[in-house]
Nanobody
Framework: QVQLVESGGGLVQAGGSLRLSCAAS????????MGWFRQAPGKEREFVAT???????NYADSIKGRFTISRDNAKNTVYLQMNSLKPEDTAVYYC????????????????WGQGTQVTVSS
């Protein structure tokens, strides 16, 4: 059974930083693309970032230059380092796993975590 467990969310002031973690189990982690999505209140879930098994990275335009996705295959964990946070970054952040980065971005065939809340105060 595939499990994705996010952690690291919380409340931070604008301009601050947080690092989210997602621990994966039940899948061959090093062979999977991993990603992050977010969903703000009243809005649809949106793509944030993805990293392939070969570590190629893709980012949403709204967070480029501020967020960095990385992975540690030895720990079966993917990270999202978030710097220069803005109030509009407030959302529930979800971890996703799929067999390709394309599947991550299109949301097809993804495994999902339960989400972690990030709140950025102004």
């Amino acid at each position: 059974q595939v499990q994705l467990v996010e952690s690291g969310g919380g409340l931070v002031q604008a301009g601050g930083s947080l690092r989210l973690s997602c621990a994966a189990s039940g899948l061959p982690f090093s062979n999977y693309a991993m990603g992050w999505f977010r969903q703000a209140p009243g809005k649809e879930r949106e793509f944030v970032a993805t990293i392939g098994w070969y570590t190629r990275r893709n980012y949403a335009d709204s967070i480029k230059g501020r967020f960095t996705i990385s992975r540690d295959n030895a720990k079966n964990t993917v990270y999202l380092q978030m710097n220069s946070l803005k109030p509009e970054d407030t959302a529930v952040y979800y971890c996703a796993a799929a067999t390709s980065t394309r599947a991550i971005v299109t949301g097809t065939g993804n495994y999902w975590g339960q989400g972690t809340q990030v709140t950025v105060s102004s």
